[in-house]
């Protein structure tokens, strides 16, 4: 602790990234994608003219939002960029969750979530899952300021049906409900179409999933003009440039790519299906997952000592050393050789009962 921080500073417990390791590993921690971004990335880093990052970028990324408007077919107005999810999370917290009532969100979900409320100072109220790992929408009607969920759930994977978000937005009209989509695109519905007969719904999604652009940073959001009225307000209160010239380009190439955007897409949902079989088959609890990733719980050996033998053995996955969480592992789909490569080094760490009859 240091006597020149400020008294907020001292009580803020920060959001902790999965383990970007400098060795080689097989990694499987922190969700990213296993293929590489479309073609076209390659050829426009090739040829990219360098002479434009001496200009400040478009601070209202125009280029981009229009592109965005093309594809998710919304006008351009109800879409605002920033510096990944993580940035319009941060952002669409303080515009919308600062107020009298707490903030509601799943007891279980994205660890940044209180991590903003304590930087805020959002008074927050958790609300359990349901028995079966999933959101209980139903225990949201209650006395709010907000409603935040992610959709399908992180860490569990569990997604609700559009129509399910369709009754929970109408019955709290006059609060915001932000639906974290990160991961919508690998076999959950979005809450898109809901968007022209609510105005309290905001969408938030990310090209570091779906799109295999973690290391750019660019994330949006899809609302009501009201909504991103209100996160240009913050935005341009803390930084009016978000979005740099070469990830606006960037980010565009890859939208205009659609078929290798499905190829992909698809082949991590092939992947993830044979991957929870096998993992069932070495006798692991596997929730049912609408992600890219998979929460499963080892039933012959701690998930801890299961996450130090596969690190052991030049594979990682991610270990929640948190209450309710510390009997399983978070293991991201990664390409089929991956995923066998974990599958034998599990046949060699698990006892012999826990293998595949």
Not at 223 to 250: M, T
Not at 276 to 291: G, I, M, Y
Not at 304 to 323: M, S
Request: charged letters at 25%; aromatic letters at 8%.
């Amino acid at each position: 602790m240091s006597r020149f921080w400020s008294p907020a500073l001292h009580d803020l417990t920060p959001y902790t990234p999965g383990e970007q390791p400098r060795q080689r590993l097989v990694k499987l921690n922190t969700n990213e994608n296993p293929y590489a971004p479309a073609p076209g990335v390659r050829d426009l880093l090739d040829h990219f003219d360098t002479q434009q990052l001496r200009l400040y970028p478009d601070p209202e990324s125009t280029a981009l939002r229009q592109t965005l408007a093309e594809v998710y077919q919304v006008p351009v107005e109800c879409i605002f960029v920033g510096n990944g999810s993580d940035e319009v999370l941060a952002l669409a917290f303080a515009a919308f969750f600062r107020q009298p009532e707490p903030l509601l969100m799943p007891s279980l979900s994205y660890s940044f979530y209180p991590v903003y409320c304590n930087l805020y100072g959002i008074n927050a109220e958790r609300i359990p899952l349901a028995e079966d790992w999933s959101i209980d929408l139903d225990a949201f009607d209650r006395p709010n300021g907000g409603i935040a969920i992610a959709n399908p759930n992180a860490p569990t994977g569990h997604a609700h049906k559009r129509d399910a978000i369709a009754k929970l937005l109408a019955r709290q009209k006059d609060k915001v409900v932000l639906v974290d989509e990160a991961y919508v695109d690998f076999g959950a519905e979005s809450c898109l179409p809901l968007i022209p007969e609510h105005d309290n719904l905001l969408i938030v999604s990310t090209f570091s999933k779906s799109r295999s652009l973690a290391g750019l940073r660019i994330g949006f959001a899809i609302g009501s003009r009201e909504l991103i009225e209100g996160l240009e307000r913050i935005k341009n209160a803390f930084n009016s440039y978000p979005i740099d010239r070469l990830a606006e380009q960037v980010a565009i190439v890859s939208l205009k790519d659609q078929e290798h955007f499905e190829k992909t897409r698809q082949a991590i949902i092939d992947t993830r299906t044979w991957s929870v079989e096998a993992l069932r088959q070495r006798h692991f609890d596997v929730l049912p997952s609408s992600a890219n990733f998979v929460l499963a719980r080892p039933t012959t050996r701690p998930a801890v000592e299961v996450f130090n033998a596969l690190r052991d053995q030049g594979i990682v996955v991610r270990y929640f050393n948190t209450p309710g969480l510390s009997d399983w592992l978070r293991i991201s789909i990664g390409t089929d050789d991956e995923m066998q490569q974990l599958i034998n080094a599990l046949d060699g760490i698990l006892p012999s009962e826990g293998q595949r009859p």
